[in-house]
């Protein structure tokens, strides 16, 4: 025991554990991480072992199957040489460090079996669970190796923190190096020669799909300005590595001259990535992209792209995203000279030029500036209308005419405040200017110790109507073709009353309220709501009919509109109790039905100034007289969820409007409007929105043609349905998806249901006051993915859609994905079909690959998403080698 507590002091005094944290530094790990236990204690003392002991002079000598336990680091060799005085350090033999993560939670039991399989982890079951759903779930606490390194030999100092390495493997985080020899210099900088980078993981066995080899590879970490072990910087994945004169091998073969190799210090998997495909608009092509952090603080990530198109020509750009602990900016760039500017469309017919040289440029930002003030902003500029429909479809389908804004918001204790601009940049984008805006809202309060309520809001601002900008007069010229713009300054206020009163099981909330808005101009010229939506068609660049418009003009004078709301919303709530209904195949643990009907009845006075002559900027501007009753009523089944929380099983709300009188022409029966959302069973989910006409406002629908004959009325034809959407999304089994959804939309009206005092639910998108929807569409779309392989990490996806109207299917297509060891790779093959019935199958292809690096066990059975982590594990984030 005196021996042990000597060579505990001795072990102490001569930083063993620097010395292990100095050569984990060479390890050129692509995270940054903290060294963890920095000190021998008696247990870790009590568990080194050799087979001999001796100390010879200042010399402490272990010899035969050394192993030394330093806290996550496990250290194995054939010898180990210390001197206490000079501090010079050696190690031989084998010398082998492994490093440990640990990770816990809870996985399915097939997981579990999976994960115990794993050579490289040690699994330990903690308990067993269940769910509401009757599945059994395992708690396991899993330790496994993160990383190692593997040498023949090392010799250093200590103090200087300088040390020479051979032939050494280093198999870390997502990469693993092989060396021929290597040193570390007193500054941090480390070289290596005759070395071979990859983050494939069969590199370990000398058979890598792919790698860069270079006669000299140097890493150099972010701040090399310490010298010795006690400033170590543990952050070695922040080291960036330079090589010249290297090859890419692939399966060892040197396929590609480096003349200049550089990674910049490390980043996660993902940061590459390429695919090779062939469609109509582009031909063949093939794009890649490589990501880099170039920032830790702030974090700043750029994603460079580089694009090559047969039949367009060569594309290039960025995007990426820097975050603050108060802000987050994201930024997209990119660039190409279109050498076929027509191949998706033929733009020339339309009334917009392309240019050869397109290209895009966005910057958005988010910047909490106090804990209550806010500033949001984006800027985008684009050489033309068509840009992201062409390259970009996703971007362009989720905002086909983005604006470009800046905002300043403002919270207080009682209201909040904001200031809001927004210009047009792009003069191919209808826009309503604000210039700037300036608002305030007050949500409703109590006022002070009275039964009554408070809500309001004022909002002024100079509003600009920007019309679009053709590059081309139309083919056919008519008298008044052109759009005009105009302008105002607008102010706005809102004011209402409420009187909540509670008769133990009815709810009435009468509320008063009105609306004043001053126009600094309006219009002597009236334009009606239909010739208003001549406007906006004729602002659609690929309208081509006749365009004879009748335009705003600014000879009106200044206007100050009133309108008045008064309303009343009177509802009550039935609800029953089922404690002991349970079933784990319908996912139930009790049953709550709540079903809240009510009556919104709606009285707007016709305002005192015609909306045919005020300008259109928004909705305020179109209100007109409302008399009508909302009356609907919503149903919630609901049971308790795992952790006893409450859970819709089923959600549905109905209503119908009722106005008293005719209007346009239409009934005084509004249309009946369902959502419906439902779970029936586990991992089963249903929704669905349908409109019925039940005001008997529309006619028969024309009939179909196709190839010039009349074909009838093929697909869903009801008179009384205008609408209706449905998806169903199903998990039969683990990795199993399948679903399907079914729109159908008819031309229809839907009467404006409007109050400025309550909020109403609105199943249909758009304006309040101009609901007419012109699309007919009768589709359905079905597809699935699910496992090939038995190993569940080869996946078949499959899509298609049918249209009833054009008798044909439109689109079908298979997805294969496969996840390697390093790589995710993705292939697809689609058909499709455009709304030309004479037009074939047009074929497409994609094949689609990124880098993903290395995997730990819980990634390799699929569970990591499942196991929360600690030390140096999957997920954290830290790896200390």
């Known amino acids: 025991m005196m021996f042990l507590a000597w060579a505990a002091a001795v072990l102490r005094r001569s930083r063993i554990p620097g010395l292990i944290g100095l050569v984990l530094c060479c390890a050129l790990s692509v995270s940054a991480a903290k060294l963890g236990s920095g000190r021998f204690d008696m247990e870790q003392l009590k568990r080194i072992r050799a087979d001999h002991w001796s100390v010879v002079g200042k010399n402490i000598i272990l010899r035969g199957n050394v192993y030394l336990p330093l806290g996550d680091i496990e250290v194995y060799a054939h010898q180990a040489v210390v001197n206490l005085e000079s501090q010079d350090i050696e190690a031989s033999g084998n010398v082998h460090l492994f490093q440990w993560g640990s990770a816990s939670g809870s996985i399915p039991p097939g997981k579990a079996t999976q994960l115990m399989a794993a050579s490289d982890a040690e699994v330990t079951i903690t308990g067993v669970s269940g769910d509401i759903y009757g599945r059994k779930e395992i708690a396991v606490t899993a330790k496994y190796i993160t990383n190692k390194m593997q040498m023949d030999r090392i010799v250093g100092n200590l103090r200087s923190g300088y040390f020479r390495f051979d032939k050494v493997q280093l198999s870390y985080s997502n990469f693993i190096c092989r060396a021929e020899s290597g040193e570390r210099k007193p500054d941090g900088v480390i070289t290596v020669t005759d070395a071979e980078l990859s983050s494939c993981a069969y590199m370990e066995s000398d058979n890598a799909h792919y790698s860069v080899a270079a006669k000299k590879m140097t890493f150099t970490p972010h701040n090399s300005g310490f010298y010795g072990v006690e400033n170590i910087d543990t952050d070695i994945g922040d080291h960036s590595v330079f090589a010249v004169n290297g090859f890419v091998k692939v399966y060892g073969i040197p396929i590609l001259w480096l003349p200049v190799f550089y990674k910049p210090k490390d980043e996660s998997p993902g940061l590459f990535g390429m695919t090779w495909g062939s469609n109509s608009s582009w031909g063949y092509y093939f794009s890649a992209y490589r990501r880099f ?29 820097m975050l603050t602990e108060s802000s987050r900016t994201e930024f997209f760039a990119y660039s190409i000279y279109d050498i076929r500017p027509f191949e998706n469309d033929d733009y020339s017919r339309y009334l917009l030029r392309v240019p050869n040289g397109r290209f895009d440029f966005r910057v958005s930002n988010v910047t909490h500036i106090t804990p209550r003030l806010d500033f949001r902003g984006v800027f985008e500029y684009a050489s033309d209308y068509y840009f992201t429909r062409d390259f970009f479809y996703s971007h362009y389908a989720n905002d086909p005419q983005p604006s470009t804004f800046a905002a300043l918001e403002q919270q207080f204790d009682l209201m909040s405040a904001s200031v809001y601009f927004r210009p047009r940049v792009n003069s191919f984008y209808t826009t309503v200017e604000k210039l700037p805006e300036v608002r305030l809202d007050v949500p409703r309060q109590q006022i002070f110790n009275t039964p009554f309520y408070y809500q309001g809001d004022l909002s002024a601002g100079y509003y600009r109507m920007k019309w679009i ?76 009919g006749g365009r004879s418009l009748v335009n705003y003009d600014d000879k009106g004078g200044g206007k100050v509109r009133f309108a008045g709301e008064l309303g009343v919303e009177v509802s009550t709530k039935i609800h029953n109790t089922w404690q002991n209904v349970r079933s784990n195949f319908l996912a139930i643990d009790g049953l709550r039905h709540v079903m809240r009907p009510y009556v919104n009845y709606t009285f707007i006075s016709k305002p005192n100034v015609d909306r045919a002559n005020l300008y259109y900027f928004d909705d305020v501007d179109r209100i007109q007289e409302e008399n009508f009753f909302r009356i609907g009523v919503e149903n919630r089944l609901q049971t308790r969820d795992s952790d006893h929380s409450i859970r819709n099983y089923l959600q549905m709300e109905n209503y119908i409007d009722i106005h008293m009188g005719r209007q346009d022409g239409l009934s005084s029966i509004g249309n009946l409007c369902t959502i419906l959302t439902f779970t029936p069973i586990r991992n089963l989910s249903i929704r669905s929105e349908f409109s019925i006409d039940a005001g008997n406002n529309n006619d028969d629908l024309e009939e179909v043609r196709r190839k010039g004959r009349s074909v009838g009325h093929p697909g869903l034809n009801v008179k009384w349905l205008n609408r209706w959407s449905l998806s169903i999304s199903y998990k039969p089994i683990s990795d199993v998806t399948l679903y399907l959804a079914y729109t159908y939309n008819r031309p229809y009206y839907a009467r404006s249901a409007y109050s400025m005092g309550s909020t109403l639910t609105n199943i249909d998108a758009g304006s309040y006051f101009n609901n007419f929807f012109t699309d007919r569409s009768d589709q359905i779309r ?90 140096g594990g999957f997920g954290s984030g830290a790896h200390l080698l």
Not at 815 to 841: E, M, P, Y
Request: aromatic share 14%; net charge negative; glycine share 8%.
């Open 293 to 321: 952090v170039l920032s830790d603080y702030p974090m700043l990530s750029v994603k460079l792209r580089a694009d090559w198109y047969l039949l367009r020509g060569v594309g290039y750009g960025l995007d990426g995203e």
């Open 469 to 544: 900008d053709f590059d081309f007069e139309p083919a056919t010229r008519v008298p008044n073709d052109r759009l005009e713009n105009y302008a105002a300054f607008r102010f706005d206020t809102t004011h209402f009353l409420y009187l909540p009163i509670n008769l133990g099981w009815l709810n009435i909330v009468p509320r008063a309220g009105f609306k004043v808005t001053g126009y600094s101009k309006s219009s002597k010229t009236k334009v009606d709501e239909a010739e208003l939506a001549m406007l906006f068609t004729a602002a659609n660049p690929q309208y081509l």
């Open 782 to 871: 079905l597809g699935g993915t699910f496992p090939i392989t038995p190993d569940r990490r080869t996946f078949m996806g499959t899509a298609l859609s049918y249209d009833f109207i054009e008798g044909r299917w439109k689109d079908l297509s298979f997805t294969l994905k496969r996840r390697l060891h390093c790589w995710n790779v993705i292939a697809q093959l689609s058909f499709s079909r455009d709304d030309d019935a004479s037009s074939g199958w047009e074929t497409s292809f994609s094949i689609q690959a990124e880098l993903v690096g290395l995997e730990a066990p819980m990634e390799r059975c699929g569970a990591g998403s499942m196991l929360s982590s600690s030390g």
